[in-house]
T-cell receptor, first 118, second 108 residues
Framework: GAVVSQHPSRVICKSGTSVKIECRSL??????MFWYRQFPKQSLMLMAT?????????EQGVEKDKFLINHASLTLSTLTVTSAHPEDSSFYIC??????????????FGPGTRLTVL | GQNIDQPTEMTATEGAIVQINCTYQ??????LFWYQQHAGEAPTFLSY????GLEEKGRFSSFLSRSKGYSYLLLKELQMKDSASYLC?????????FGKGNQVVVIP
């Protein structure tokens, strides 16, 4: 299957700071990338969908000014949590879907980033 | 919107067969996925169904009935490493929505 990497895997930060999470598709070109958040024992909740070179589409209730998403290339998307607060502590997972071939229809997930805001 | 329902937890014995059901409601259906997620890790892709019927992949099989809004994942010859949460995800109108997952606990 396709490989999606995410960095960092774990981050602890102070309240008020900004955190950037990178998501890369390593062996395919991802025309669409997705960012999810998962709280303990909860389902994955889609935060936003981004297509390369265009603005991200945010789900209802997700603040676009707080969760900045950049999809600058076909292999890289970044999520920046600005002015993080303890309630933003969660497991953030990116997912990528390719434009053709075997990767077209399937979303492959990165390993996730555990964010803890103190 | 999308609505996905899965049972929450089940326990099964090593070597047994277990079936995990998923019912869904969505508009613009364009595929149903099953993922496996171990605690603290991201989901890993197991199977994809877009047409009715059974897809078999080694010890795992997935079935889809679009008219009934129903799918199941069948796990055969259960192994201890199969203890995980199994997520049903439905793509509708180009959005992939997840169920809460079914926690399978495999015991010796």
């Amino acid at each position: 299957g396709a490989v999606v990497s995410q960095h960092p895997s774990r981050v602890i930060c102070k309240s008020g700071t900004s955190v950037k999470i990178e998501c890369r598709s390593l062996d395919f070109q991802a025309t669409t990338m997705f960012w999810y958040r998962q709280f303990p024992k909860q389902s994955l909740m889609l935060m936003a969908t981004s297509n390369e070179g265009s603005k991200a589409t945010y789900e209802q209730g997700v603040e676009k000014d707080k969760f900045l998403i950049n999809h600058a290339s076909l292999t890289l998307s970044t999520l920046t949590v600005t002015s993080a607060h303890p309630e933003d502590s969660s497991f953030y997972i990116c997912s990528a879907r390719g434009g053709r071939g075997e990767f077209t229809d399937t979303q492959y997930f990165g390993p996730g980033t555990r964010l803890t805001v103190l | 919107g999308q609505n996905i329902d899965q049972p929450t937890e089940m326990t099964a014995t090593e070597g047994a067969i277990v079936q995990i059901n998923c019912t869904y409601q969505t508009s613009g259906f364009n595929g149903l996925f099953w993922y496996q997620q171990h605690a603290g890790e991201a989901p890993t892709f197991l199977s994809y169904n877009v047409l009715d019927g059974l897809e078999e992949k080694g010890r795992f099989s997935s079935f889809l009935s679009r008219s009934k809004g129903y799918s199941y994942l069948l796990l055969k010859e259960l192994q201890m490493k199969d203890s995980a949460s199994y997520l049903c995800a439905v793509r509708g109108n180009n959005r992939l929505a997840f169920g809460k997952g079914n926690q399978v606990v495999v015991i010796p």
